[in-house]
């Protein structure tokens, strides 16, 4: 089953490096892993998005938790959440494919950030499987180039992940 | 790509992630200048620490200069690298404090790396040291140059490499803290050459350090705790195993308490052995891949068991699955939460540091108005004495022309058992007829490498004890083997006058690989005897020592006498023994524990 994790860190070198071992070294997949410093400088935020049994799960936390450096782990598909995630797709737009993929992007809430005679940029932000979806719509020829941040993850109301 | 631009994002932000620690200074030292070298032995001393074994290099002379201006450190020089890890591993396991080593960078660490892995899987508090090219060189492939950091990550508690020398007090600081609280493990500190050179002003170490991201619990839950007791009180079969928590925890006493409240049997892992003293009867022996049959079936049939300061790790309860079939309730003590539930669930988590958690349980046994069942007990009693009746570790004496190893183990505790004696060892056969045969009364006297296995840490272990405990004798029971990885430190132990016994178990095999292809693989011995051994007598003798060859079994007593009569010298002891003999109880790959071999005629 399909786990986001939330992970407050400090902020010093090697910490990402250890998260990262540690995934390899116990055979745990990550599938997204994004981070970058929070509004205190000193602290990283991370979220991982992986998959696995309960029990996999729970000993994914409890170790991300005894890693030295990291300061509190959350696994926010246990509650209430919401997550997203930047994807920009450049396209192929020639001829009548031009008129079309500028729908598409319209119907995806995407904004089109970068025109050549032969293609667009497109940024679509969302939960991945809306992403997913904008991927399968349009004709996987025109797809020249993709490429996705991962998962970032953020409890509903008042669930805050904070020291 | 994206995973090495964060990383230099951390980089650049560490300067202000320094005030995320509070470190109270010490009594108002006056600041004085001293270089980065300076500073470290500052912080050494600080710390209370009499003996740093090492190896000098290039990276690390001016740690040497600045240890060479001092007194009140002693440096062992030993003659590799993984010798000084596996050395201060032997004292910090004897003596429970933080063992410090000391080497180079490039080589001098990567050579420190077994030792450290040894030290990380039985979770031993120490402090490893090692010199790192200048900081402008790091990342030019520089002479010497590895990625220390890196490549001890994943078998070190906790790491760091110093860039900035005005970090190192504090930097010690929190190795020593991580290494010896929660539960403890080996911390490995990165000096490159110009942070030792720098001079930097020091303002005092540090009283004491906290951490937001490191805070490990040390008392149990409460409500947890009365939880386990309940359960514990209504048990029919109860049973209570404990590992190398209970030791690192200092908790012998407290168990003790506890096993003779409440009458329970009581096993030990491998690392366990000598929490509770193996002379008493409600100590079934050792459990687990080589343990008795009665703390085996004890096991697999218990009702109630509480686990304390141990893993059920794969040598423990064999196949999960066999284990799983029988039903049971866990209670599970463990400081690190992630110990727990991760290879059998558990009923009864309780995160806590040994030793609290058993006061408070004791605590509240006596309070108790329910007493055990002793009606239920006296029946399990009685059935695990049925068991016991087997007695399966009874073996074939043989005849006088050929030594048993199984002889030679209870030879020397029928003649040592009342002495103070520390009892190290390497790992294979001898090793495991050392934890069946010598019985350990007393805690951290049982000195070997249990998670890693890592053969030649005997030699190394048994200096770093004798160091520490100069008026004890200490045996080291190897193999032809294993004694071989380190025996350069026989030259050591010349130079440090630290005399120690060497009982190796001679069977010109690499006996526990012997042994498997002989269940396993239908006696094909795949490069598991050893043609052309030295001759150990004159190789003792090579470097100073005393040397022994025991051919006869009537000559073993007599020997080893000998050999404790020579207080001040060490001597190697080369047992021939019987080539054939193998380790029973054996619980093969895959099986569950009470599915046991007990003698060669179950082969």
């Known amino acids: ?163 | 790509m994206e995973i090495s631009k964060a990383e230099a994002v951390s980089v650049s932000n560490s300067a202000a992630s320094r005030s995320t620690t509070k470190s109270k200074p010490a009594a108002s030292a006056p600041d004085t200048e001293l270089r980065g070298a300076e500073v470290l032995i500052k912080a050494l001393q600080a710390e209370n620490v009499k003996f740093v074994w090492g190896y000098p290099g290039g990276a690390v002379l001016h740690i040497y200069d600045a240890l060479f201006k001092q007194e009140s450190i002693q440096h062992i020089l030993v003659r590799h690298e993984q010798a000084a890890v596996h050395a201060a591993d032997g004292y910090a396991r004897a003596t429970g404090d933080v063992g410090v080593a000391l080497v180079t960078s490039g080589p001098g660490a990567t050579n420190a790396v077994t030792g450290i892995a040894t030290a990380y899987m039985d979770s031993i508090p120490m402090v490893i040291i090692s010199g790192q090219v200048p900081t402008p060189a790091i990342g030019m492939d520089a002479f010497q140059e590895c990625d220390t950091v890196g490549i001890t990550r994943p078998v070190v508690k906790h790491n760091f490499l110093i860039k900035d020398a005005r970090d190192l007090a504090e930097t010690m600081k929190k190795a020593f803290h991580i290494a010896r609280s929660g539960r403890p493990g080996p911390v490995v500190v990165d000096i490159p050459k110009d942070v030792s050179f720098k001079k930097v002003l020091f303002h005092g170490y540090p009283a004491s350090i906290e951490m937001r991201s490191y805070n490990p619990v040390r008392k149990g839950h409460g409500g947890q705790i009365r939880k386990a007791l309940q359960l514990l009180l209504t048990a029919k079969r109860p049973y209570i195993y404990t590992g190398g928590g209970v030791l690192l925890s200092n908790a012998s006493n407290e168990l003790r308490q506890l096993v003779d409240l409440l009458g329970y049997p009581v096993t030990h892992t491998l690392m366990g052995l000598g929490a509770y003293p193996a002379s008493d009867r409600k100590f079934l022996g050792m459990l687990g891949m080589h343990g008795t049959l009665e703390a085996n079936n004890t096991m697999q049939n218990c009702d109630v068991l509480l686990a304390v300061g141990a893993r059920f790790d794969d040598r423990v309860i064999g196949n999960p699955k066999h284990f799983a079939q029988n039903e049971r309730k866990i209670i599970h003590i463990d400081i690190d939460p992630s110990s727990i539930s991760k290879r059998v669930r558990v009923d009864i988590p309780i995160v806590g540091d040994v030793k609290d958690v058993l006061t408070e349980l004791i605590a509240m046994i006596k309070e108790s108005a329910v007493k055990p069942d002793a009606g239920a007990l006296a029946a399990w009693w009685d059935t695990i004495e049925g068991w016991r009746k087997r007695d399966c570790l009874k073996y074939d004496h043989g005849t006088n022309d050929v030594i048993k190893p199984q002889a030679v183990v209870e030879t020397l505790w029928n003649m040592t058992k009342s002495d103070d004696v520390y009892i190290t060892s390497d790992v294979g056969q001898h090793q495991m007829w050392a934890a069946q045969y010598y019985r350990f009364d007393e805690p951290r006297r049982w000195i070997n490498s249990g998670g890693l296995g890592t053969m030649g840490v005997g030699i190394p272990y048994a200096m770093g004890i004798k160091l520490a405990k100069p008026e004890s004798e200490v045996f080291c029971i190897t193999g032809e083997g294993s004694v071989q990885m380190c025996i350069q430190e026989l030259s050591t132990c010349l130079q440090y006058n630290t005399p120690i016994k060497i009982v190796s178990l001679n069977n010109r095999y690499l006996g526990m690989v012997r042994q498997w292809q002989e269940v396993e693989y239908e006696g094909r011995y795949s490069s598991s005897y050893m043609d052309a051994l030295p001759n150990f007598v004159k190789l003792a003798e090579a470097y100073g020592h005393v040397g022994m060859l025991i051919e006869r079994a009537q000559d073993v007593e007599p020997a080893l006498r000998e050999a404790r009569k020579l207080k001040d010298r060490t001597v190697f002891m080369d047992f021939r023994t019987d080539p054939t003999e193998n380790v029973f109880p054996m619980v093969r790959a895959g099986s569950g524990i009470t599915e046991m071999l007990l003698s060669s005629e179950d082969l």
């Open chain 1, 1 to 163: 089953m399909k786990h986001i994790i939330a992970v407050l860190l400090e902020n010093e070198a090697g910490a990402l490096s250890r998260v990262v071992g540690l995934f390899s070294a116990r055979g745990y997949n990550i599938e997204s892993l994004t981070v970058a410093p929070t509004e205190d400088p000193s602290l990283s935020r991370m979220t991982i998005q992986t998959a696995g049994s309960d029990e996999v799960i729970e000993q994914i936390t409890k170790h991300l938790n005894r890693l030295i450096e990291v300061v509190k782990v959350v696994d926010l598909t246990e509650g209430a959440y919401t997550e997203r995630e930047l994807m920009m797709v450049k396209v192929r737009a020639v001829g009548k494919e031009r008129e079309e993929m500028k729908r598409m992007s319209d119907i995806f809430r995407g904004r089109i950030i970068d025109v050549t005679e032969k293609s667009y940029t497109i940024e679509l932000t969302g939960d991945q499987s809306k992403n997913d979806a904008f991927l399968s719509a349009i004709e996987s020829g025109a797809i020249l180039e993709t490429v996705r941040t991962g998962a970032s993850g953020i409890g509903r109301g008042e669930r805050i992940l904070r020291v």
